[in-house]
């Protein structure tokens, strides 16, 4: 099976790129997370005077 370029190459540009160190910062929580928090923050733990607000 022919392969597109040598595999002596395989892996030469990883091999080259600086290694950085991770950082400690925190990470945002996932759209998955984010969405669930905003609608239970914004529609099932509502305050009950709003609830029955009429929506325009």
């Keep these: 099976m022919p392969t597109h370029g040598s595999l002596t190459k395989a892996g030469k540009v990883r091999a080259q790129t600086p290694k950085i160190e991770k950082?400690?910062?925190?990470?945002?929580?996932?759209?998955?997370?984010?969405?669930?928090?905003?609608y239970h923050s914004?529609?099932?733990?509502?305050?009950?005077?709003?609830?029955?607000?009429?929506r325009r």
């Design 42 to 54: 914004r529609i099932v733990y509502q305050p009950v005077d709003k609830q029955f607000r009429r």
């Design 23 to 38: 950082s400690n910062m925190t990470k945002r929580p996932g759209p998955r997370r984010r969405n669930s928090r905003n």
